[in-house]
């Protein structure tokens, strides 16, 4: 996927992805290449339309990302999710959920929330986030570690 201050676009044409509130590149912090996306905190967010492209279904997946927050944000900080209430098959990444705790990682699954609450939010640096489903199990990954599951 490639970014521009306007947009983004998918380069295999398979999904697209749509900036919402004044989401939009930053070449002051950035993991790869010349820039990343930034989101200032308040209504910013991608958004991908519906597609079967993105149904998880029953199988093994795994969704990651590298994540740079630099503070806590107040209301629902989730760093991805494909829900609007908690129903079978939501999942999201939540850090610091306003209902939880605010200094951990909080997993959405199927109407339990929270799943997984585990691993320590680390600021002004660059984590890697992983969210793996095998057989029944999720398991969420800090930097590669396991800090939780869930079935």
């Known amino acids: 996927m490639n970014g521009t201050?306007?947009?983004?676009?998918?380069?295999?044409?398979?999904?697209?992805?749509?900036?919402?509130?004044?989401?939009?590149?930053?070449?002051?912090?950035?993991?790869y290449g010349n820039a990343s996306v930034y989101f200032?905190?308040?209504?910013d967010y991608l958004k991908t339309l519906t597609s079967p492209n993105l149904q998880l279904g029953t199988g093994d997946f795994t969704i990651e990302c590298w994540s740079y927050l630099t503070s806590r944000v107040n209301g629902?900080?989730?760093?991805?999710?494909?829900?609007?209430?908690f129903t079978t098959g939501a999942l999201a990444l939540f850090a610091g959920h306003g209902s939880s705790t605010t200094t951990q990682y909080q997993i959405a699954l199927s109407g339990s929330f929270p799943?997984?609450?585990?691993?320590?939010?680390?600021?002004?640096?660059?984590?890697h986030l992983a969210v793996v489903?095998?057989?029944?199990?999720?398991?969420?990954?800090?930097?590669?570690?396991?800090?939780?599951?869930?079935t």
Do not use: E
Request: aromatic share 12%.
């Open 76 to 85: 629902y900080p989730a760093i991805f999710s494909n829900y609007n209430s």
């Open 40 to 43: 200032d905190g308040t209504g």
């Open 115 to 127: 799943a997984i609450n585990a691993g320590t939010i680390s600021y002004n640096t660059w984590v």
């Open 133 to 150: 489903r095998s057989g029944s199990t999720v398991t969420l990954y800090v930097n590669g570690t396991s800090v939780g599951t869930a």
């Open 5 to 31: 201050g306007a947009g983004f676009y998918d380069s295999a044409m398979i999904n697209d992805v749509q900036t919402v509130g004044d989401a939009k590149i930053s070449t002051s912090i950035k993991k």
